[in-house]
């Protein structure tokens, strides 16, 4: 079945920092993928998404590409802030339900 | 507009005993989802409602699990003889009609069996 992957955290950086989380993914046709985000204490929310090859998703000043030809979709942020401290999900969806990685923590230190 | 709601919030009981967890969906949407978030699991996929289809419900792990939902909107998750390893953040979402694939998550339930 489809499976994504994401790297490993928690991932720690200083604000202003680069940020990148990769994700790649694993599937049969080409889903549309996604990048959520969950602040403590707080539900799931949409960061951004693209549905189809080399689209650009971006939001809040982070951005993803879908690249087909290496089937990742890392999430990108110029300058993060404290306030992005949060776990980050990469997910594909598959028929009726999305698949999630494994989720990233990111810490940002002021 | 309202988000997806969910109740309660958090959830503690004994083993053995059954719970039944609410979700309320975004007025308009007609996909329900339930996901289970666990620490050994991570985020996994339980039960897919659309209209008046039957539901998949290829994701539920055992038959102590089911799931309902009245009139096209409100939705029940209920979970029979709970088990420790029940233990989990439970999530709801919904999908518009329109843009099915995007779908909007509630705050959840946190169960606690003890």
């Known amino acids: 079945g489809n499976s994504v992957t994401q790297m490993e955290g928690p991932v720690t950086l200083s604000e202003e920092a680069f940020l990148t989380i990769n994700c790649t993914y694993t599937?049969?046709?080409?889903?549309?993928l996604f990048w959520y985000v969950q602040y403590p204490g707080e539900g799931l929310q949409l960061l951004l998404k693209a549905t189809k090859a080399d689209d650009k998703g971006s939001n809040k000043g982070f951005e993803a590409t879908y690249r087909k030809e290496t089937t990742s979709f890392h999430l990108e942020k110029g300058s993060v802030q404290v306030s992005d401290s949060a776990v980050y999900f990469c997910?594909?969806?598959?028929?009726?339900?999305?698949?999630f990685g494994a989720g990233t923590i990111l810490r940002v230190k002021s | 507009g309202a988000g997806v709601s969910q109740s309660p919030s958090n959830k503690v009981t004994e083993k053995g005993k059954d719970v039944e967890l609410r979700c309320d969906p975004i007025?308009?949407?007609?996909?329900l989802y339930w996901y289970r978030q666990s620490l050994g699991q991570g985020l996994e996929f339980l039960i897919y409602?659309?209209?008046?289809?039957?539901?998949?419900k290829s994701g539920l792990p055992s038959d102590r699990f089911s799931a309902e939902r009245t009139g096209g909107s409100v939705s029940t998750l209920t979970i029979q003889r709970t088990q420790q390893e029940d233990s989990a953040v439970y999530l709801c979402?919904?999908?518009?009609?329109?843009?099915?694939?995007?779908?909007?998550f509630g705050p959840g339930t946190r169960l606690l069996v003890l």
């Open positions: 997910a594909l969806n598959q028929g009726n339900k999305l698949v």
């Open positions: 979402a919904s999908s518009s009609p329109v843009v099915r694939e995007t779908q909007y």
């Open positions: 599937a049969t046709g080409y889903p549309s």
């Open positions: 409602f659309q209209g008046n289809s039957a539901p998949d």
């Open positions: 007025s308009g949407h007609t996909a």
